[in-house]
């Protein structure tokens, strides 16, 4: 230790020491901001283009139109052979005081500009009521998907005719509807009311929303208790030998398998062997389930592990025994850890995509499924079918179905979060 | 060989107790000699002197009483070391006595020294006086070196010094009956040859009291003691 | 003996273990509420030849000693010499660390709790645990105590259980201060209450044999000499058998003492005796701060 009195060197070359040091811990916390300033970057860069793109799916357009059910087109005997497309499109013309021409391309033009849904709408309502030929009805319906983006501006006169599927005409017919008040914007309710369609306009995510909770549960009544207690058993109760550390090596080793190779084995296995449904909730449950096995028991065994020893040796002090000790004191303990570990994991569950791939479950699934064995196709899945659709519409259409699927991600998260915090005890 | 304590100064502190104890008894021993050569000699000065001293030893005994209080409350000595503070203690309280005796013998051998000269009773008193002195030496050094047979061979020969004590009485006695004049000479004697007495008794004391501080045994048995005269 | 742990305690003998110190009155059948100072009842526990092994490494060497019934039997010795691991063996805690082995006998009330026929489920009920650092359970203060007797159905209704802790809560010195807050988490209180909530609940399953490891150690000075007074109390119905650290509280608390060393019993006998006069240089040595 060298005093002040001395020659102040030491003491310069001690506060440059000192300098050096400050300037280190400022270029690393730089470094530190500059990571973070990256990764929100790409982050910020990554949201903002997904909902620029799907924000305008959430809106769409509809039209209201008085229907004529003329009784020379429409046979009561024969409800379903009546062409009520036409019928409405020719309908259309009219009102527009347009002429047909001989091929009657105006009026399948018109009907371009239509949703098959209007016609579809009339028959239901027939159907109800036959007395209704010969009277009016009023119909509302989407517009035609080309006509909706028309609407949002998104389809112009700015790019070439032969470039497109509607031509100026259509456009100027698009805009008289909209002028005589026939034409009204709303919020896209259909986006969740609907299941999948070849018409954008039509397309919904109810289907696969409902393919994806029951396929959820399946996997979450599969893979939780039999993970839970492959984890409570391995940990408690299992002696500490050879056998046993392999299997915790190989429960690692599975939780980084590629999951197409789960695919792989739900096909060989669910499918071709046992003869479960191709494309159903169940079987895609199992393989998700298989799936998640391994992370939920790694996630509740490290929640065991956490749990001191010290409520274990309390427990048995007063003569308890192991099993006691186990279900009422670690595990309650523990509940918090192995619930943020359950729900984390089937998060991603809900948005794996490649083994669903494999079962089957990309083939084109309307309407709703009815039970967990009937065919069904899950959010990712949807997204990757309509990612594939040749309609401009729908692209909008799966950006949208990314937000949504996103949406469910964030809301588990912050539910796992929720819970860890509210059951977080202080031993 | 025992170990030295962890905490070193605890030792350093046992040690300098240890020390200052014998201290005391050198002084106290001096004080003995002293008094005994001053009544034989008849000198005065030295009579002076020897109750001048004691003070020194009144204030060693309080400083080392001091010190065993301490040691107890910030140390808490436990087996041997707690069984030598309190041997320090009693020893000390003995020795502290043993002055007192001395300071006595020494305050009565001065007014003695003016009367006549008892050439006779003076030598069984210095024979009496040198025993005791003797006694005292070895407890003092038996305590020191920590030996047993030295104290043990003290606590056995208590009777010796009571039996000289007896035959001096007896003397005394036959003197003072034989010539009254010498009564008040002769009283003085008496009560010097009782302090001498009583300084054998407390060596002894000490003799116990070491043999449990070294030991942690009492010794067995009663004290050999010579029956008192009578008439 | 286990047939009825529960209920009732063994019968006493009539045989004393002999009590060296010379101070001590010799009463015939010690009764709770005598405070005899040293005099202690007849021999609970008798170790024989007991050794213990964790894996390849022995940690104790053929240890015979005796622990008095109604008495505070300290076992001290330096880090590492084996009192902990013996106290374990009394309530068999040594049989879940996977590698330990102990031989030997131990008797308790004559039968051996080392036979492997014994349950050791049953023996902790009846032979209860303090641990060194405070570990009620993550529940309130009620189901802390509550949770022994439920397990072992000592109380068959509601009311009967609120007796129960009740009455351990009065036992262990914390009734006055918990009386209102019984819903409150075990947590909540302070490290001195936490270690009495624990005696507490040791207590509420009825044992015999109270063991426990370093309590104090965790703990201020004030709340250390509140246990120091409830084992006072509570050693005149059970036969406790303590661990320590501290010289000063084994002298202060026990009647009856172990020095162990290098995982062997170097000299037990009784306390005022170990530190006054202890036979063995080593014992001697470890008392006065001598180690070397």
């Known amino acids: 230790m060298t005093d002040a009195a001395s020659t102040g060197r030491p003491r310069e070359a001690a506060e440059k020491r000192l300098q050096k040091r400050y300037a280190a811990e400022r270029r690393f916390r730089a470094y530190g901001l500059l990571a973070i300033a990256f990764a929100v970057a790409f982050l910020g860069v990554l949201l903002t283009s997904i909902v620029a793109q799907g924000a305008p799916a959430f809106w769409t357009h509809s039209v209201t139109l008085p229907v004529y059910v003329d009784p020379q087109r429409v046979d009561a005997r024969d409800l379903q052979g009546a062409n009520y497309d036409m019928m409405i499109a020719d309908q259309l013309l009219a009102r527009l005081d347009v002429e047909n021409d001989e091929l009657g391309e105006n009026s399948l033009k018109a009907k371009d500009l239509l949703s098959p849904d209007m016609g579809y709408q009339v028959l239901e309502m027939l159907k109800r009521n036959p007395s209704l030929i010969g009277r009016t009805v ?70 696969a929303i409902v393919g994806s909770a029951l396929m959820l549960l399946v996997t979450a009544l599969v893979a939780v208790p039999v993970g839970v207690a492959a984890a409570v058993y391995l940990e408690e109760f299992a ?74 040796e309390g427990a048995l002090a007063v003569g308890a025994s192991r099993t006691q000790a186990v279900f009422h004191h670690v595990l309650p303990l523990a509940m918090p850890g192995i619930m943020t570990g359950t729900i984390i994991s089937m998060a991603h569950a809900l948005g794996e995509t490649a083994p669903l791939l494999m079962i089957g479950m990309v083939s084109f699934v309307p309407g709703v499924p009815e039970g967990f064995t009937s065919g069904a196709t899950v959010l990712p899945v949807e997204i990757f079918i309509w990612e594939n659709a040749a309609e401009r519409a729908f692209h909008e259409r799966t950006a949208a179905a990314i937000i949504v699927l996103l949406g469910f991600m964030i809301v588990m998260n912050a539910a796992a979060i929720l819970l860890r915090r509210r059951f977080e005890r202080r031993w | ?53 004691d003070a020194r030893l009144d204030d060693l005994q309080a400083d080392i009483e001091k010190k065993a209080l301490r040691l107890i409350a910030l140390r808490q000595p436990m087996a041997a070391d707690l069984r030598r503070v ?46 005791v002195q003797a006694r005292l030496k070895e407890v ?33 006695l036959t003197y003072m009956m034989g010539d009254p004049r010498t009564i008040g000479t002769g009283a003085h004697l008496l009560f010097m040859a009782k302090n001498l007495e009583r300084i054998g008794d407390h060596a002894t004391n000490i003799a116990e009291i070491a043999h449990y501080d070294i030991t942690g045994e009492t010794i067995e048995g009663e004290r050999p003691k010579g029956e008192p005269t009578g008439n | 003996m286990f047939g009825k742990i529960f209920r009732q305690g063994p019968d006493m003998e009539s045989t004393t273990i002999p009590d060296q110190s010379p101070n001590t009155v010799e009463a015939p059948r010690p009764t709770l509420g005598d405070d005899t100072g040293g ?73 051996n709790i080392n036979d492997r026929r014994i349950d050791p489920v049953l023996l902790r009920a009846n032979v209860g645990m303090v641990f060194q650092k405070p570990n009620p359970f993550p529940k309130s203060i009620f189901e802390n105590v509550a949770y022994g007797p439920r397990i072992h159905g000592l109380a068959s209704s509601k009311s009967e259980m609120e007796g129960v802790v009740e009455n351990a809560l ?76 501290s010289m000063a509280q084994a002298a202060r608390v026990s009647q009856r003492t172990a020095f162990f060393h290098l995982g062997r019993l170097v000299e037990d006998g009784p306390t005022e005796q170990i530190f006054t006069n202890p036979r063995d240089t080593r014992t001697h040595d470890y008392i006065t701060g001598r180690f070397g």
């Open chain 1, 138 to 207: 009023s119909v509302t319906a989407p517009v035609a998907g080309n006509a909706d983006l028309y609407y949002k501006g998104e389809l112009g006169r700015e790019i070439a005719e032969s470039d497109r599927k509607l031509d100026d005409q259509q456009f100027d017919w698009l805009d008289r509807m909209k002028a005589d008040g026939l034409v009204e914007g709303h919020f896209n309710w259909g986006l969740f009311t609907r299941s999948d369609s070849t018409q954008p306009e039509l397309a919904g995510l109810l289907g």
């Open chain 1, 239 to 312: 002696p500490k030998n050879r056998w046993t550390g392999m299997i915790e090596v190989n429960i690692n080793n599975l939780a980084a398998v590629p999951s197409i190779v789960y695919g792989l084995l739900g096909l060989a296995v669910f499918i071709n062997w046992l003869g479960f449904p191709r494309s159903a909730p169940v079987t895609g449950g199992l393989v998700l389930a298989l799936m998640a096995l391994p992370t939920v028991i790694i996630a509740t065994r490290s929640a065991l592990k956490a749990v001191p020893p010290s409520i274990r």
């Open chain 2, 1 to 53: 060989m025992a170990h030295q304590h962890i905490v070193s100064s605890f030792g350093e502190e046992l040690d300098q107790l240890a020390a200052e104890v014998v201290q005391l008894g050198g002084l106290a021993e001096s004080q003995v000699a002293d008094a005994i050569t001053a009544a034989v000699k008849r000198d005065v000065a030295l009579c002076r002197q020897v109750v001048e001293r």
């Open chain 2, 86 to 131: 309190v041997a320090a203690l009693k020893i000390s309280l003995s020795l502290e006595r043993v002055g007192d005796m001395a300071k006595g013998i020494a305050k009565r051998a001065g007014p003695m020294a003016e009367a006549e000269p008892m050439t006779t009773l003076a030598r069984s008193f210095e024979r009496m006086g040198r025993l």
């Open chain 2, 140 to 172: 003092l050094d038996a305590y020191s070196r920590n030996e047993v047979d030295g104290l043990l061979n003290v606590w056995r020969h208590d009777d010796e010094i009571d039996d000289h004590y007896d035959s001096l009485f007896r003397e005394l």
């Open chain 3, 39 to 111: 005099s202690v009842g007849t021999t609970k526990i008798s170790a024989r030849d007991v050794n213990v092994f964790y894996g390849d490494k022995q940690a104790l060497f053929g240890v015979n000693l005796e622990m008095a019934d109604r008495a505070v039997t300290a076992l001290i010795g330096p880090s590492g010499c084996g009192k902990s691991t013996f106290l374990r063996c009394m309530n068999r805690m040594n049989d879940t660390i996977p590698g330990a082995r102990v031989e030997g006998t131990i008797l308790m009330d004559g039968e």
């Open chain 3, 170 to 245: 009065k036992r262990a010195g914390l009734w006055a201060e918990v009386a209102d807050r019984l819903h409150h988490p075990g947590t909540s209180l302070s490290g001195g209450q936490q270690q009495r909530l624990v005696i507490a609940r040791a207590i509420a399953v009825e044992p015999e044999v109270i063991l426990m490891d370093e309590p104090c150690s965790a703990l201020d000075p004030i709340a250390t000499a509140k246990i120091e007074d409830l084992m006072d109390e509570l050693r005149q119905q059970f036969c406790i058998v303590i661990v320590t650290h």
